[in-house]
């Protein structure tokens, strides 16, 4: 029922730019949290950026100035702008809604398919 669909990857040169979006359909963004994951080759999934129904963003340090997470209410969109591309930056990004699990706690529950991001030099 709950779909996640990322779009806005592609390959650009570093110092560049790209806007990810991510179409919720089926979900109710209330209480927890929406997040952008990445995957690196031969690293593991990394948190990037979330954001609470609130409003409120966090990033990774790494990501911190360059990178701006935010969600249209009407539209039902997450998205990441990024900005100042790196080559560190280069992953598959990954779009997830939290669910409530044992005990109330906020947990990733609906995950996308991911958009490719390459940054080369």
């Known amino acids: 029922q709950v779909q996640l669909v990322e779009s806005g990857g592609g390959s650009v040169q570093a110092g560049g730019s790209l806007n990810l979006s991510c179409a919720a359909s089926?979900?109710?963004?209330?209480?927890?949290?929406m997040h952008w994951y990445r995957q690196a080759p031969g690293k593991e999934r990394e948190l990037v950026s979330s954001?609470?129904?609130?409003?409120?963003?966090s990033y990774v340090g790494s990501v911190k100035g360059r990178f701006t997470l935010s969600y249209d209410n009407a539209k039902n969109t997450l998205y990441l702008q990024m900005n100042s591309l790196k080559t560190e930056d280069t992953a598959v990004y990954y779009c997830?809604?939290?669910?409530?699990?044992?005990?109330?706690?906020?947990?990733?529950?609906?995950w996308g398919q991911g958009t490719q991001v390459t940054v080369s030099s």
């Open positions: 997830a809604a939290d669910a409530r699990g044992r005990y109330r706690l906020c947990i990733p529950n609906y």
């Open positions: 954001i609470g129904s609130d409003g409120t963003a």
């Open positions: 089926g979900y109710i963004f209330s209480g927890c949290g």
